[in-house]
């Protein structure tokens, strides 16, 4: 069981940046493949970026390609999605889910989800 607590959401300017946090409980943190996703009001969830357990493969959304950055640290079960150049359009609640061992940017095959966190991104 891996249970995943998201922190770091907030309201900002378009332009500015966030760096989204997300705990993680368990021993074997380092056996999971993490991903983040979004979902806005009235839009279906979607992959935003992702990390396998051994900290590559990395894979981004193109929407988001050359302005966030997934990482993670193992020693402190803790995986990061630093996000610049915010644009409005990436207003959303930001999910990260865990997936053991089997790199995926399918939502629907990870394991673990966290309650999400809220991003809001001002014109």
């Known amino acids: 069981q891996v249970q995943l607590v998201e922190s770091g959401g907030g309201l900002v300017q378009a332009g500015g940046s966030l760096r989204l946090s997300c705990a993680a409980s368990?021993?074997?943190?380092?056996?999971?493949?993490m991903g983040w996703f979004r979902q806005a009001p009235g839009k279906e969830r979607e992959f935003v970026a992702g990390?396998?357990?051994?900290?590559?493969?990395?894979a981004y959304a193109d929407s988001v390609t050359g302005r966030f950055t997934i990482s993670r640290d193992n020693a402190k079960n803790t995986v990061y999605l630093r996000m610049n150049s915010l644009k409005p359009e990436d207003t959303a609640v930001y999910y990260c889910?865990?997936?053991?061992?089997?790199?995926?940017?399918?939502?629907?095959?990870?394991?673990?989800w966290g309650r999400g966190t809220q991003v809001t991104v001002s014109s």
């Open positions: 368990g021993r074997t943190f380092s056996s999971y493949d």
């Open positions: 990390i396998s357990w051994s900290g590559g493969p990395i």
């Open positions: 889910a865990a997936r053991w061992k089997s790199f995926t940017t399918l939502g629907d095959e990870y394991d673990y």
